[in-house]
Protein backbone atom coordinates (compact mmCIF):
# COMPACT_ATOMS: atom_id res chain seq x y z
CA UNK A 1 0.00 0.00 0.00
CA UNK A 2 1.50 3.32 -0.93
CA UNK A 3 0.77 6.64 0.57
CA UNK A 4 -2.32 8.69 0.16
CA UNK A 5 -1.65 12.31 -0.80
CA UNK A 6 -1.19 14.44 1.93
CA UNK A 7 -4.43 16.17 3.38
CA UNK A 8 -2.79 19.55 4.40
CA UNK A 9 -1.89 19.49 0.21
CA UNK A 10 -5.69 18.91 0.02
CA UNK A 11 -6.77 21.86 2.38
CA UNK A 12 -4.13 24.11 0.62
CA UNK A 13 -5.81 23.82 -2.95
CA UNK A 14 -9.26 23.87 -1.44
CA UNK A 15 -8.48 27.31 -0.08
CA UNK A 16 -6.93 28.62 -3.11
CA UNK A 17 -9.82 27.82 -4.79
CA UNK A 18 -12.31 29.03 -2.15
CA UNK A 19 -10.54 32.49 -2.38
CA UNK A 20 -10.61 32.40 -6.18
CA UNK A 21 -14.72 31.79 -5.76
CA UNK A 22 -15.05 34.50 -3.17
CA UNK A 23 -12.19 37.01 -3.77
CA UNK A 24 -12.20 38.37 -0.20
CA UNK A 25 -9.43 40.06 2.09
CA UNK A 26 -8.47 40.46 5.78
CA UNK A 27 -7.69 43.75 6.92
CA UNK A 28 -4.10 44.20 7.58
CA UNK A 29 -1.13 47.40 8.16
CA UNK A 30 0.58 48.25 4.54
CA UNK A 31 3.17 45.53 4.09
CA UNK A 32 6.58 47.61 3.77
CA UNK A 33 7.59 48.96 0.39
CA UNK A 34 10.67 47.12 -1.25
CA UNK A 35 12.84 49.48 -1.41
CA UNK A 36 12.65 50.19 2.39
CA UNK A 37 13.02 46.77 3.46
CA UNK A 38 16.92 47.44 5.02
CA UNK A 39 14.98 50.12 7.18
CA UNK A 40 12.58 47.70 8.87
CA UNK A 41 13.20 47.09 12.50
CA UNK A 42 11.58 44.21 14.45
CA UNK A 43 11.28 44.96 18.43
CA UNK A 44 14.01 47.32 17.73
CA UNK A 45 16.63 44.41 17.88
CA UNK A 46 19.58 45.02 14.58
CA UNK A 47 20.10 40.94 14.26
CA UNK A 48 16.71 39.72 14.80
CA UNK A 49 16.21 38.39 11.32
CA UNK A 50 18.80 38.07 7.82
CA UNK A 51 17.71 38.15 4.03
CA UNK A 52 18.65 34.37 2.89
CA UNK A 53 18.32 35.68 -1.05
CA UNK A 54 19.53 39.53 -0.33
CA UNK A 55 22.57 41.16 0.72
CA UNK A 56 24.16 38.62 2.97
CA UNK A 57 27.14 40.90 4.51
CA UNK A 58 24.86 41.30 8.01
CA UNK A 59 24.49 37.57 8.10
CA UNK A 60 28.06 37.06 7.22
CA UNK A 61 28.95 39.68 10.06
CA UNK A 62 26.66 37.90 12.87
CA UNK A 63 28.26 34.58 12.21
CA UNK A 64 31.86 36.46 12.80
CA UNK A 65 30.64 37.98 15.89
CA UNK A 66 29.27 34.61 17.34
CA UNK A 67 32.30 33.62 16.62
CA UNK A 68 34.00 35.85 18.77
CA UNK A 69 31.48 35.48 21.98
CA UNK A 70 32.57 31.46 21.01
CA UNK A 71 36.10 32.30 21.75
CA UNK A 72 35.71 34.57 24.90
CA UNK A 73 33.49 31.69 26.45
CA UNK A 74 36.62 29.51 25.93
CA UNK A 75 34.85 26.91 23.60
CA UNK A 76 37.00 25.61 20.69
CA UNK A 77 37.10 22.62 18.68
CA UNK A 78 34.88 21.46 15.51
CA UNK A 79 31.79 23.17 14.66
CA UNK A 80 28.87 21.02 13.77
CA UNK A 81 25.96 22.57 12.25
CA UNK A 82 22.46 21.44 11.98
CA UNK A 83 19.90 21.96 9.50
CA UNK A 84 16.20 20.32 9.64
CA UNK A 85 13.79 19.98 6.89
CA UNK A 86 10.56 20.76 6.70
CA UNK A 87 8.33 17.62 6.20
CA UNK A 88 5.08 18.19 7.99
CA UNK A 89 4.31 14.63 10.39
CA UNK A 90 7.10 13.56 8.95
CA UNK A 91 9.25 15.56 11.59
CA UNK A 92 9.05 12.22 13.47
CA UNK A 93 11.80 10.98 11.33
CA UNK A 94 14.32 13.71 12.82
CA UNK A 95 12.96 13.46 15.91
CA UNK A 96 13.39 9.93 16.92
CA UNK A 97 17.04 10.57 14.87
CA UNK A 98 18.17 12.59 17.21
CA UNK A 99 16.59 10.62 20.22
CA UNK A 100 18.61 7.62 19.02
CA UNK A 101 21.66 9.62 18.75
CA UNK A 102 21.78 10.80 22.39
CA UNK A 103 21.98 6.78 23.34
CA UNK A 104 24.66 6.32 21.04
CA UNK A 105 26.50 8.52 23.14
CA UNK A 106 28.48 10.30 20.47
CA UNK A 107 25.94 13.12 19.46
CA UNK A 108 27.86 16.83 19.66
CA UNK A 109 26.70 19.89 20.60
CA UNK A 110 25.52 22.09 17.97
CA UNK A 111 27.05 25.32 17.03
CA UNK A 112 24.35 25.62 14.13
CA UNK A 113 20.92 24.93 14.06
CA UNK A 114 18.35 25.81 11.68
CA UNK A 115 14.40 24.74 10.86
CA UNK A 116 12.26 25.49 8.85
CA UNK A 117 8.39 23.98 9.10
CA UNK A 118 8.50 21.08 11.06
CA UNK A 119 12.25 21.25 11.34
CA UNK A 120 11.75 24.99 13.23
CA UNK A 121 9.68 23.43 15.62
CA UNK A 122 12.23 20.84 16.56
CA UNK A 123 15.26 22.92 16.28
CA UNK A 124 14.51 24.50 19.49
CA UNK A 125 15.19 20.93 21.41
CA UNK A 126 17.88 20.06 18.94
CA UNK A 127 19.83 23.31 19.56
CA UNK A 128 19.32 23.20 23.77
CA UNK A 129 20.40 19.50 24.04
CA UNK A 130 19.76 15.51 24.81
CA UNK A 131 17.81 17.20 28.20
CA UNK A 132 14.86 18.08 25.74
CA UNK A 133 14.98 14.85 24.17
CA UNK A 134 11.42 13.64 26.31
CA UNK A 135 9.57 16.47 25.73
CA UNK A 136 10.88 16.49 21.45
CA UNK A 137 9.54 12.63 21.97
CA UNK A 138 5.92 13.65 23.28
CA UNK A 139 5.61 15.81 20.82
CA UNK A 140 6.33 13.68 17.85
CA UNK A 141 4.60 10.86 19.17
CA UNK A 142 1.42 11.77 20.97
CA UNK A 143 0.03 14.88 18.70
CA UNK A 144 -2.97 14.16 16.51
CA UNK A 145 -4.32 16.51 13.79
CA UNK A 146 -6.53 18.54 16.20
CA UNK A 147 -3.55 19.35 18.37
CA UNK A 148 -2.09 21.51 14.82
CA UNK A 149 -5.39 22.48 13.04
CA UNK A 150 -9.15 22.49 13.60
CA UNK A 151 -11.03 22.80 10.11
CA UNK A 152 -13.41 25.69 9.66
CA UNK A 153 -16.74 26.33 8.88
CA UNK A 154 -17.13 26.76 5.24
CA UNK A 155 -18.64 30.13 5.34
CA UNK A 156 -15.47 31.38 7.46
CA UNK A 157 -13.52 29.87 4.61
CA UNK A 158 -14.93 32.21 2.04
CA UNK A 159 -14.53 35.28 4.05
CA UNK A 160 -10.98 34.31 5.20
CA UNK A 161 -7.83 33.48 4.48
CA UNK A 162 -7.30 29.64 5.82
CA UNK A 163 -9.16 26.45 5.60
CA UNK A 164 -8.16 25.83 9.16
CA UNK A 165 -7.69 27.62 12.62
CA UNK A 166 -3.56 27.56 13.57
CA UNK A 167 -4.53 28.00 17.06
CA UNK A 168 -4.08 24.49 18.51
CA UNK A 169 -0.44 24.59 16.99
CA UNK A 170 0.08 28.26 18.41
CA UNK A 171 -1.00 26.45 21.90
CA UNK A 172 1.08 23.74 21.01
CA UNK A 173 3.98 25.68 20.81
CA UNK A 174 3.46 27.88 23.94
CA UNK A 175 3.33 25.07 26.08
CA UNK A 176 7.14 24.06 24.64
CA UNK A 177 8.57 27.20 24.26
CA UNK A 178 8.68 28.83 27.77
CA UNK A 179 10.43 32.11 29.11
CA UNK A 180 12.47 29.54 30.94
CA UNK A 181 13.73 28.14 27.25
CA UNK A 182 13.68 31.26 26.03
CA UNK A 183 16.09 32.32 29.01
CA UNK A 184 18.36 29.19 27.91
CA UNK A 185 18.35 30.11 24.48
CA UNK A 186 19.93 33.58 25.32
CA UNK A 187 22.14 32.12 27.63
CA UNK A 188 23.68 29.91 24.85
CA UNK A 189 23.86 32.90 21.97
CA UNK A 190 26.14 34.40 24.66
CA UNK A 191 28.78 31.35 23.99
CA UNK A 192 28.65 32.12 20.31
CA UNK A 193 26.01 29.66 19.62
CA UNK A 194 23.48 30.30 16.87
CA UNK A 195 19.45 28.90 16.45
CA UNK A 196 17.97 30.34 13.10
CA UNK A 197 14.36 29.56 12.09
CA UNK A 198 13.41 29.93 8.27
CA UNK A 199 9.79 31.73 7.25
CA UNK A 200 9.00 33.50 4.06
CA UNK A 201 7.90 36.89 3.47
CA UNK A 202 5.13 36.74 1.31
CA UNK A 203 5.32 40.19 0.38
CA UNK A 204 8.09 39.94 -0.84
CA UNK A 205 8.60 36.61 -1.76
CA UNK A 206 12.12 35.93 -0.13
CA UNK A 207 13.25 33.38 2.99
CA UNK A 208 14.20 34.72 6.17
CA UNK A 209 16.57 33.61 8.73
CA UNK A 210 15.09 34.46 12.27
CA UNK A 211 18.15 34.95 14.95
CA UNK A 212 16.17 33.13 17.89
CA UNK A 213 19.62 33.95 20.02
CA UNK A 214 19.50 37.83 19.24
CA UNK A 215 15.96 38.15 20.12
CA UNK A 216 16.09 35.72 23.35
CA UNK A 217 18.81 38.03 24.95
CA UNK A 218 16.86 41.55 23.98
CA UNK A 219 15.16 43.41 26.99
CA UNK A 220 11.91 43.61 24.88
CA UNK A 221 8.96 42.37 26.89
CA UNK A 222 7.55 40.84 23.85
CA UNK A 223 10.09 38.32 23.14
CA UNK A 224 8.81 34.94 24.13
CA UNK A 225 5.37 35.48 22.26
CA UNK A 226 7.50 36.82 19.17
CA UNK A 227 9.79 33.51 18.63
CA UNK A 228 6.52 31.72 19.29
CA UNK A 229 4.97 33.64 16.30
CA UNK A 230 7.82 33.00 14.24
CA UNK A 231 7.81 29.01 14.98
CA UNK A 232 4.23 29.25 13.85
CA UNK A 233 5.09 31.01 11.44
CA UNK A 234 7.46 28.73 9.85
CA UNK A 235 4.95 26.40 10.02
CA UNK A 236 1.97 27.57 8.63
CA UNK A 237 1.08 26.27 5.52
CA UNK A 238 -0.52 29.05 2.86
CA UNK A 239 -3.98 28.65 2.36
CA UNK A 240 -4.67 25.57 4.70
CA UNK A 241 -3.03 27.78 7.98
CA UNK A 242 -3.56 31.62 8.08
CA UNK A 243 -0.29 33.90 7.79
CA UNK A 244 1.21 35.21 10.64
CA UNK A 245 0.86 39.12 10.56
CA UNK A 246 4.58 40.21 12.14
CA UNK A 247 4.87 44.12 13.09
CA UNK A 248 8.12 46.11 11.87
CA UNK A 249 9.02 49.66 11.98
CA UNK A 250 10.00 51.83 9.66
CA UNK A 251 11.54 54.87 10.72
CA UNK A 252 8.24 56.03 12.73
CA UNK A 253 5.71 54.37 10.77
CA UNK A 254 4.39 51.23 11.71
CA UNK A 255 4.36 48.88 9.27
CA UNK A 256 3.25 44.87 8.88
CA UNK A 257 4.96 41.43 7.30
CA UNK A 258 2.88 38.64 6.33
CA UNK A 259 5.06 35.49 6.80
CA UNK A 260 3.91 31.54 6.24
CA UNK A 261 5.74 28.41 6.02
CA UNK A 262 9.29 28.86 5.00
CA UNK A 263 8.90 25.89 3.09
CA UNK A 264 7.36 27.59 0.41
CA UNK A 265 10.74 29.42 -0.56
CA UNK A 266 13.61 26.74 0.87
CA UNK A 267 12.94 23.44 2.62
CA UNK A 268 16.25 23.37 4.58
CA UNK A 269 19.38 25.89 4.55
CA UNK A 270 22.60 26.32 6.23
CA UNK A 271 23.73 29.60 5.25
CA UNK A 272 23.21 31.34 1.89
CA UNK A 273 25.47 29.96 -1.03
CA UNK A 274 26.67 34.04 -1.94
CA UNK A 275 28.54 33.95 1.50
CA UNK A 276 31.34 32.24 1.55
CA UNK A 277 33.08 30.69 4.42
CA UNK A 278 36.21 31.52 2.16
CA UNK A 279 35.39 35.18 2.41
CA UNK A 280 34.85 35.72 6.20
CA UNK A 281 37.06 37.10 8.60
CA UNK A 282 40.10 34.84 9.38
CA UNK A 283 38.68 33.55 12.94
CA UNK A 284 35.67 32.01 11.26
CA UNK A 285 37.46 30.38 8.47
CA UNK A 286 39.96 28.18 10.26
CA UNK A 287 37.06 26.21 12.46
CA UNK A 288 36.95 22.86 10.88
CA UNK A 289 32.76 22.25 10.60
CA UNK A 290 30.87 19.55 9.99
CA UNK A 291 27.73 19.57 8.47
CA UNK A 292 24.39 17.48 9.30
CA UNK A 293 21.21 18.03 7.10
CA UNK A 294 18.21 15.80 8.19
CA UNK A 295 15.57 15.63 5.56
CA UNK A 296 12.47 15.12 6.93
CA UNK A 297 10.79 13.30 3.94
CA UNK A 298 12.16 11.22 0.73
CA UNK A 299 14.20 12.31 -1.76
CA UNK A 300 11.77 11.11 -4.13
CA UNK A 301 8.14 10.45 -4.29
CA UNK A 302 6.71 7.04 -4.12
CA UNK A 303 4.45 5.72 -6.50
CA UNK A 304 0.97 6.60 -6.67
CA UNK A 305 -2.00 6.62 -8.57
CA UNK A 306 -3.50 9.99 -8.71
CA UNK A 307 -7.38 10.17 -9.43
CA UNK A 308 -8.51 12.42 -12.07
CA UNK A 309 -9.78 15.21 -9.41
CA UNK A 310 -8.89 18.70 -8.87
CA UNK A 311 -7.74 18.15 -5.97
CA UNK A 312 -6.12 14.87 -6.22
CA UNK A 313 -3.77 16.22 -9.38
CA UNK A 314 -3.21 19.77 -7.50
CA UNK A 315 -2.35 18.23 -4.01
CA UNK A 316 0.24 15.44 -5.87
CA UNK A 317 1.66 18.37 -8.10
CA UNK A 318 2.29 20.27 -5.09
CA UNK A 319 3.75 17.89 -2.90
CA UNK A 320 6.32 16.40 -5.89
CA UNK A 321 7.13 20.10 -6.56
CA UNK A 322 8.26 20.58 -2.64
CA UNK A 323 10.19 16.89 -2.83
CA UNK A 324 12.08 17.94 -6.30
CA UNK A 325 12.85 21.57 -4.55
CA UNK A 326 13.96 19.73 -1.16
CA UNK A 327 16.79 17.77 -3.85
CA UNK A 328 17.38 21.51 -5.11
CA UNK A 329 18.25 22.28 -1.73
CA UNK A 330 20.06 19.23 -0.84
CA UNK A 331 22.60 19.95 -3.76
CA UNK A 332 23.06 23.86 -3.24
CA UNK A 333 24.31 22.92 0.16
CA UNK A 334 26.54 19.89 -0.93
CA UNK A 335 28.53 22.18 -3.39
CA UNK A 336 28.37 25.12 -1.25
CA UNK A 337 29.46 22.55 1.73
CA UNK A 338 32.19 21.41 -0.94
CA UNK A 339 33.57 24.56 -1.75
CA UNK A 340 33.89 25.59 2.02
CA UNK A 341 35.48 22.24 2.78
CA UNK A 342 33.05 21.80 5.35
CA UNK A 343 32.19 17.82 6.25
CA UNK A 344 28.43 16.75 5.01
CA UNK A 345 26.16 14.27 6.11
CA UNK A 346 22.77 13.71 4.93
CA UNK A 347 19.93 11.58 6.52
CA UNK A 348 16.70 10.93 5.04
CA UNK A 349 14.03 8.87 5.01
CA UNK A 350 14.61 5.72 2.67
CA UNK A 351 12.60 3.12 1.00
CA UNK A 352 13.52 1.10 3.98
CA UNK A 353 10.47 2.82 5.64
CA UNK A 354 7.26 0.70 4.71
CA UNK A 355 5.06 2.09 7.16
CA UNK A 356 1.99 3.28 4.71
CA UNK A 357 0.76 7.20 4.73
CA UNK A 358 -2.97 6.87 6.22
CA UNK A 359 -4.09 10.17 7.37
CA UNK A 360 -2.20 13.79 8.44
CA UNK A 361 -0.61 13.16 12.21
CA UNK A 362 -1.41 9.62 12.69
CA UNK A 363 0.05 8.30 15.87
CA UNK A 364 0.46 4.99 14.87
CA UNK A 365 2.27 6.50 11.50
CA UNK A 366 4.39 8.67 13.53
CA UNK A 367 5.10 6.52 16.44
CA UNK A 368 6.55 3.79 13.55
CA UNK A 369 8.87 6.53 11.54
CA UNK A 370 9.98 7.65 15.23
CA UNK A 371 11.28 4.37 15.71
CA UNK A 372 12.86 4.35 12.38
CA UNK A 373 14.88 7.62 12.67
CA UNK A 374 15.86 6.05 16.32
CA UNK A 375 17.20 2.81 15.02
CA UNK A 376 18.95 3.94 12.04
CA UNK A 377 21.36 6.35 13.71
CA UNK A 378 21.98 3.49 16.11
CA UNK A 379 21.73 0.86 13.73
CA UNK A 380 22.92 1.44 10.22
CA UNK A 381 24.49 4.92 10.81
CA UNK A 382 22.63 6.57 7.60
CA UNK A 383 24.26 9.59 7.34
CA UNK A 384 25.41 9.88 3.48
CA UNK A 385 28.43 11.85 2.06
CA UNK A 386 26.85 13.20 -1.22
CA UNK A 387 23.07 13.68 -2.06
CA UNK A 388 21.68 10.78 -3.63
CA UNK A 389 22.41 9.98 -7.25
CA UNK A 390 25.28 12.53 -7.20
CA UNK A 391 28.16 11.54 -9.53
CA UNK A 392 31.08 13.83 -9.32
Avoid at 125 to 154: C, H, M, W
Avoid at 229 to 248: K, Q, R, T
Avoid at 263 to 270: K, Y
Avoid at 327 to 350: H, P
Wanted: hydrophobic share 40%; with cysteine; glycine share 8%.
Amino acid sequence: MQPTVPRLFQLAVMAMTLVIAGCSTQPRLPAVPRHETSEASFLGIPDARFSLSGDTVALTGSFAAAEQRRRLSGVTGTDHLLAISGGGENGAFGAGLLYGWTERGDRPQFRLVTGVSTGALTAPFAFLGSRYDEQLKTVYTTIQRDNIAQLLPIITILNGDSVADSRPLAALIATHITPEMVEEIGREYQKGRVLMIGTTNLDLGQPVAWNIGAIAVSNHPGKVQAIRDILLASASIPGAFPPVMLDVMVGANRRQEMHVDGGATTQVFLYPSDAPLRNAPAVVRRVPRVAWIIRNGRTQELNEEVQRGLLQIAARSISTMITSNAIGDIYRMYLVTQRDRVDFNLAYISRRFTVPYVKPFDPPYMNALFEFGRNEIRTNQPWLKRPPGYRP
